[in-house]
């Protein structure tokens, strides 16, 4: 009786796993490439023509095989990088299967040159459809050559899912990007029809970065370097938010030197990244996590981008805190430089001039002769050491020449120079909820404000002149040091600094100062709450109610303080103390909502953030709110404390700034 079980020919199966290796031109440059890596290879020349179809050409500078090696290098599983089952546990190669070889030359035409740098002579074997045709000797130079022509000649159904040349040669192009990122110290040259497509030189990772990624985003790029006392060790590059890309495909991430598209990885740096981009968009990164070869699995995928670690949570863990340990000193502000009393004394001269902070208006620009000076020069010629007497007087405060202020009577000037010398900055209580900044002031009657639609800007309410700065002790931070112009709209903080027009959203600036604080109340224990007087009763529905009795315990670290009243009905009793006095109803059921998204893959843990941004967001008044100079001091104040402060906890950016070059550019000055 014949049998039903038969062994496939050798021709067949390597199809087959030709089907599993092979899906692209791109994947075979990939083992092509990755082959050429593990031979040590400083110089990889990729070729290609009609996509990849026509040829795909790898050449390298490796230690290249001998006609022996050569030879056996054509039979499945055939490798010189794994020789018992405790290599596969302790994988320092890209390669190691011993199926790319077997697998390109079974579905296309395949010619081998190789030579060793102790041979005098190369060997050049071709290949076609899976046979070996003829092994010769060749002249070259120490490495490999191989060329694959006409791939998919004997499989023609593979062919229609190819797409156009211009599509496959943009994948190979993609694939040498994220192999040219891993080894910036290896030469890459990509050529397509003939012509250079980009030729990378050895350089460090920055470098290598902006030659393929482009040179605009050389300078939004961070280093991250980290390492855990365990042994995983993660480094590379971060961009700031303003790279972002609406798709993940600026995420090249690398675990010991391998691209991986892992879900740990990723979920780990958008976690990191969370506080700065809005949904939908994604950071630019290069990081490299190096960990030990027994503590991840990278043989789970046949194209290997996928990994699986032993310890998931930890490597999750260092990934995130490595990259928002960056992140969290927002970098890409320009920290001032200039020493404290400098800043300090330039700002309290601008405060005298024509009422900077006062009044929000632009002093006179006619010159005027001062006594001393009142800006630092961008390079001071070098000066001789400072007599005592000159030392004493550096100290202190610079006054404008009587000659130099605006046309004001004698009394006016009296008081003016008298409020420079005698001023002491008063001590600024904390920032509350809905700009409320207590201090004291000695009100004056304000003019009513006009309608909406005749108060596009703003000046600042103040009864005194106040400089906005801090001690002359103690160093400005970003904020602190920008010297406050006005209002626009009652919404955005005017500031300069430098030739510089800097614009501030006063509410996402307050929403991130009210989210830091929840954050740090919740990392504590609980965040503080505020009981209510008269308990508010909440119908929810059942999925709703369903969702609250099983998230009780999180919502009362959150600050909210419920009770059962039967059915679906529940009393609210208390609710966190920066929601006291506003919608605080529709902030629940804001938050219901979130949670009933829940599921086994996402813990409360994920999204705990998310509830806090969304209570912050709730907490602080939104809309028109025209400020005082004592509440925009403590507000820049708290902002300088505060971590992350250049976006709002959705993302959004605090701050935007306009060159005086971009502002030029607008009348036709340039």
């Not at 405790?86 to 190691?96: I, K, N, R, V």
């Not at 092994?135 to 023609?156: D, H, S, Y």
């Not at 863990?317 to 970098?331: H, N």
Request: aromatic share 6%; hydrophobic share 40%.
């Amino acid at each position: 009786m014949a049998t039903k079980i038969r062994i496939l020919p050798e021709n067949l199966t390597n199809k087959i796993a030709a089907g599993e290796v092979v899906e692209r031109p791109a994947s075979v440059a990939k083992e092509l490439v990755e082959n050429a890596l593990d031979a040590g290879s400083k110089e990889v020349v990729v070729e290609i023509e009609s996509g990849g179809r026509r040829l795909i050409k790898v050449t390298d500078s490796g230690s290249g095989m001998s006609r022996e090696d050569a030879l056996l290098a054509l039979e499945r599983h055939a490798t010189s990088k794994i020789a018992s089952d405790e290599d596969l546990f302790a994988l320092s190669t890209l390669g190691f299967r011993g199926e790319a070889l077997p697998s390109v030359a079974s579905v296309s035409r395949l010619t081998i040159s190789t030579r060793t740098s102790d041979s005098l002579e190369g060997t050049e074997i071709y290949v076609e459809g899976g046979r070996i045709k003829e092994v010769k000797e060749c002249g070259m130079a120490p490495g490999t050559v191989i060329a694959v022509r006409n791939l998919f000649f004997n499989t023609p159904a593979r062919l229609k899912f190819m797409k156009s040349a211009d599509t496959e040669g943009g994948h190979v192009g993609e694939l040498l990007t994220r192999l040219a990122i891993s080894r910036p110290d290896v030469r890459f040259t990509y050529k397509n029809e003939g012509k250079t497509v980009f030729r990378a030189l050895d350089a460090d990772l920055k470098e290598r970065v902006a030659t393929l990624l482009g040179r605009s985003i050389a300078s939004f790029l961070y280093p991250v370097s980290y390492e855990e006392p365990g042994g995983v060790r993660v480094t590379g590059l971060v961009a700031a938010p303003e790279c972002s890309r609406s798709a993940a495909s600026h995420l090249y991430t690398y675990i010991n030197g391998r691209f991986i598209r892992d879900k740990v990885v990723q979920h780990a740096i958008l976690q990191a990244y969370r506080n700065f981009l809005e949904r939908g968009r994604y950071p630019v990164v290069a990081v490299f996590i190096d960990i030990a070869p027994g503590e991840v699995d990278v043989n789970v995928h046949p194209t290997k981008h996928e990994v699986r670690f032993r310890e998931q949570g930890k490597v999750h863990d260092a990934i995130q805190y490595a990259v928002e340990s960056v992140l969290k000193q927002t970098p890409w502000l320009k920290r001032p430089t200039a020493p404290a009393s400098t800043t300090s004394t330039a700002s309290m001269t601008q405060a005298a001039g024509v009422t900077g902070v006062a009044t929000g208006t632009v002093p006179p620009s006619e010159p005027r002769p001062v006594s001393a000076p009142t800006a630092v020069p961008m390079e001071a010629p070098p000066q001789a050491a400072p007599s005592a007497a000159a030392a004493k007087a550096a100290q202190e405060p610079v006054l404008p020449a009587e000659s130099a202020l605006p046309s004001v009577s004698d009394a006016k000037v009296a008081e003016i120079r008298e409020l420079l010398v005698g001023y002491q900055p008063k001590p600024q209580p904390a920032l509350r909820p809905h700009y409320h900044f207590e201090a004291p002031t000695r009100k004056t009657e304000e003019p009513a404000s006009p309608p909406l639609s005749q108060e596009p800007a703003t000046q600042l309410r103040t009864e005194e002149p106040v400089p906005v700065c801090p001690q002359e002790s103690e160093a400005p931070g970003y904020f602190s040091s920008l010297a406050v112009i006005g209002q626009f709209n009652a919404s955005y903080i005017l500031c300069q600094r430098g030739t510089d027009l800097v614009l501030i959203d006063q509410h996402a600036a307050h929403e991130r100062v009210a989210f830091e604080k929840l954050k740090a109340e919740f990392a504590g224990k609980e965040v503080d709450s505020q009981g209510l007087l008269f308990p508010e009763t909440l119908e929810l529905s059942f999925r709703e109610s369903a969702v609250l009795r099983e998230n009780l315990e999180e919502l009362r670290r959150l600050g909210f303080s419920f009770e059962e009243f039967g059915g679906n009905t529940w009393l609210l009793n208390g609710v966190p103390q920066l929601l006291s006095g506003t919608d605080y109803l529709r902030t629940i059921r804001d938050i219901l909502e979130e949670l009933s998204s829940l599921s086994r893959s996402r813990t409360f843990t994920d999204i705990q953030e998310d509830l806090l941004a969304r209570i912050a967001c709730h907490s602080v008044v939104r809309g028109r709110r025209t400020l005082t100079a004592q509440e925009i001091t403590a507000l820049f104040r708290q902002m300088d404390e505060t971590d992350f402060s250049s976006n709002c906890p959705h993302g959004r950016p605090v701050m935007q700034t306009l060159t005086l070059t971009d502002v030029e550019k607008m009348f036709k000055r340039v």
